[in-house]
């Protein structure tokens, strides 16, 4: 089946990150995966939510948003609160990078990772998880850079992050296991699903639905092997920009 961007069943599409798209956060990343591009940036605050003040650990949410043109025709800006897939994105994406901090060696501070999708043609949730871990990645190593000496000594020795993790997005369309599929095969797939995973190996979350037909054990495990090397090719790519240390 060809594809329609000529890919390989296998192949990614064509990514580009560009570091501190926005000069004021802690940390920015505008990732750019075919014609989906999200603006991912990191924001530190020494605070914590009500509810887990004292207990020595810390916190890591995420927000997610599409832009109004980000899609075919304008999507309305959610002023009365976020809808509920928003906030299935926004939770999906806070689990993804909750699922790799070391909550407690963070210390009593909180950082939130805002997505914002500029520009929607499939993978946006996944798109986001890359992006945002690593403006979250990035925010950690310049906060411990910046930290007084004194202040970084009560930072427990080991890493903050425990992984790297990155996500992607498999399917079947027209009974053919794919990976990274762009709108149009989403729109068009018996299959989708999103795929979150640390280089480990080890899975943070499986999200597989069959649209309108149910899939097999052996279809599960091509489109498993699939997203294993995307993910792959996704953290050689974050280590591009963050290195192999994590902070």
Same mark, same amino acid.
């Given at each position: 089946?060809?594809?329609?961007?000529?890919?390989?069943?296998?192949?990614?599409?064509?990514?580009?990150?560009?570091?501190?798209?926005?000069?004021?956060?802690?940390?920015?990343?505008?990732?750019?995966?075919?014609?989906?591009?999200?603006?991912?940036?990191?924001?530190?605050?020494?605070?914590?939510?009500?509810?887990?003040?004292?207990?020595?650990?810390?916190?890591?949410?995420?927000?997610?948003?599409?832009?109004?043109?980000?899609?075919?025709?304008?999507?309305?800006? %959610?002023?009365?609160?976020?809808?509920?897939?928003?906030?299935?994105?926004?939770?999906?994406?806070?689990?993804?990078?909750?699922?790799?901090?070391?909550?407690?060696?963070?210390?009593?501070?909180?950082?939130?990772?805002?997505?914002?999708?500029?520009?929607?043609?499939?993978?946006?949730?996944?798109?986001?998880?890359?992006?945002?871990?690593?403006?979250?990645?990035?925010?950690?190593?310049?906060?411990?850079?910046?930290?007084?000496?004194?202040?970084?000594?009560?930072?427990?020795?080991?890493?903050?992050?425990?992984?790297?993790?990155?996500?992607?997005?498999?399917?079947?369309?027209?009974?053919?296991?794919?990976?990274?599929?762009?709108?149009?095969?989403?729109?068009?797939?018996?299959?989708?699903?999103?795929?979150?995973?640390?280089?480990?190996?080890?899975?943070?979350?499986?999200?597989?639905?069959?649209?309108?037909?149910?899939?097999?054990? %052996?279809?599960?495990?091509?489109?498993?092997?699939?997203? %294993?090397?995307?993910?792959? %090719?996704?953290?050689?790519?974050?280590?591009?920009?963050?290195?192999?240390?994590?902070?």
């Amino acid at each position: 089946m060809a594809r329609p961007d000529g890919r390989k069943l296998d192949e990614l599409r064509s990514i580009k990150i560009t570091e501190d798209f926005v000069s004021t956060a802690e940390a920015s990343y505008l990732i750019e995966v075919g014609k989906t591009r999200i603006l991912c940036c990191a924001s530190l605050e020494e605070d914590l939510p009500r509810w887990l003040k004292g207990k020595n650990k810390g916190w890591v949410t995420a927000e997610y948003n599409l832009l109004p043109r980000s899609t075919l025709t304008r999507v309305k800006r %959610e002023r009365a609160g976020a809808s509920g897939r928003t906030q299935e994105i926004q939770r999906l994406i806070g689990r993804a990078l909750r699922g790799v901090v070391d909550l407690e060696a963070l210390g009593e501070r909180s950082f939130t990772v805002d997505c914002d999708v500029i520009e929607a043609d499939g993978g946006t949730r996944t798109a986001s998880i890359v992006g945002g871990f690593m403006a979250l990645a990035k925010a950690l190593q310049r906060m411990k850079a910046k930290m007084p000496p004194a202040a970084a000594a009560l930072l427990p020795a080991r890493p903050i992050l425990r992984h790297f993790v990155s996500a992607v997005s498999v399917g079947i369309v027209g009974g053919q296991p794919m990976l990274d599929l762009c709108y149009v095969e989403d729109s068009d797939a018996e299959v989708d699903m999103n795929v979150v995973r640390t280089d480990s190996g080890h899975f943070v979350e499986v999200q597989g639905t069959g649209e309108e037909s149910t899939y097999s054990r %052996e279809q599960l495990n091509l489109m498993l092997d699939l997203a %294993e090397k995307g993910c792959n %090719e996704l953290v050689t790519l974050q280590k591009k920009f963050l290195g192999n240390t994590l902070p």
